[in-house]
């Protein structure tokens, strides 16, 4: 597939239409841009970063970000993919700050964002799969990925413990 | 009030670097301390803004901005936002530097190779835990499940799921109802 370098400003406007349309949190929407929509990374190359973005501290989709924007442009490219991501958000998030109490009662609102975020949920489920259907993982990577997914998904373990155990095996074994 | 903006940006400042795996990591430490430490809201005033949250748009880190707003208005919003995002980016920014630094080299490929497997078998369980905490039923379910599918197997526009869903979830509450 065709790979796109983006400007400065394709970076910030892209990073704002990821933190716009994140709805339910923004990792579905990173990949679908960055990968399919725009194509400025393959696959490949898009989860290795957001691997390296995931044991850093801090919301893996930003510090992919702050990664992909210094590939590209160095600290004005982290600058534009930072602000990019969040400055469509705050001001959503503001507005609805501002006339939440108003709205939060309406029972069709209520309807609405339970039915929004199942389908979120079944989003992110999507987004985990298909990059593992198409990166042709093999045993020893669908074994890590399946441990990291019952550890976390259904043990409710934290994720650090989860990460400091099997992030030192997934790099011996994958 | 410059006091409680300190405080907003001291405690979400070291809150910040204990993120790992993302800001879920650290809630029930925030709750701790906006609620029984620092008495910035009640338990329920907490929950409510932490739904707001993870279902307005943007990263779930927003969860901060709201709690700075409601404590300390737009400066608020905007030191908590600052104070639990900037610290990792920097560091960030400095793994990618360093990773730059490194080039091709053979280490930092196995590396990235090797968490490759462990992100998507977490980005997999956050959305198991999103799909557990917003279940409503069979038709929640149904929901999840076809969001999934229409991810996982097809390339279309996200917004065609999401759209399609609280269509759907309107009209069946309409015929029920």
């Known amino acids: ?174 | 009030m410059s006091g409680l903006l300190e405080e907003i940006g001291a405690t979400f400042g070291w809150l910040s670097l204990l993120q790992f795996g993302g800001t879920n990591a650290v809630v029930p430490e925030m709750h701790r301390q906006a609620v029984e430490v620092l008495h910035w809201m009640d338990g329920q005033t907490f929950a409510n803004l932490f739904a707001l949250a993870q279902l307005a748009p943007g990263p779930n880190v927003m969860i901060v901005s709201l709690i700075g707003w409601r404590v300390a208005g737009l400066a608020g919003l905007l030191v908590a936002t600052f104070a639990m995002t900037v610290p990792p980016s920097l560091l960030a920014f400095a793994m990618s530097r360093l990773m730059k630094r490194a080039g091709t080299s053979k280490w930092l490929g196995i590396v990235k190779d090797g968490l490759v497997p462990l992100a998507i078998g977490m980005i997999l369980a956050s959305g198991w835990i999103m799909a557990a905490s917003s279940n409503q039923g069979p038709l929640s379910i149904a929901l999840t499940v076809a969001a999934a599918a229409f991810v996982a197997f097809t390339d279309y526009n996200l917004l065609w799921a999401l759209g399609a869903a609280i269509a759907l979830g309107l009209t069946v509450h309409r015929l029920v109802m």
């Open chain 1, 1 to 174: 597939m065709e790979r796109t370098a983006p400007s400065r400003l394709d970076l910030f406007l892209g990073f704002a239409k990821i933190g716009l349309l994140g709805f339910g949190g923004v990792a579905p929407w990173a990949r679908h841009i960055i990968v399919e929509e725009r194509r400025w990374l393959d696959e490949r190359e898009y989860a290795s970063i957001l691997g390296i973005g995931q044991v850093l501290p801090g919301p893996n989709t930003v510090n992919s970000a702050i990664i992909i924007g210094d590939r590209f442009h160095g600290t004005m490219g982290s600058t534009a993919a930072f602000l990019g991501i969040f400055c469509m958000p705050l001001l959503v998030l503001i507005g609805i700050a501002l006339v939440y109490d108003r709205i939060a009662d309406l029972p069709a609102v209520g309807v609405a964002i339970g039915a929004g975020a199942a389908a979120a949920a079944g989003l992110v489920i999507g987004t985990a799969l298909k990059m593992a259907r198409r990166l042709k993982f093999d045993v020893a990577a669908i074994a890590v990925g399946l441990a990291a997914f019952v550890s976390v998904g259904l043990l409710h373990v934290p994720m650090v413990w989860a990460i400091a155990v099997l992030g030192p095996i997934s790099i011996a074994a994958v």
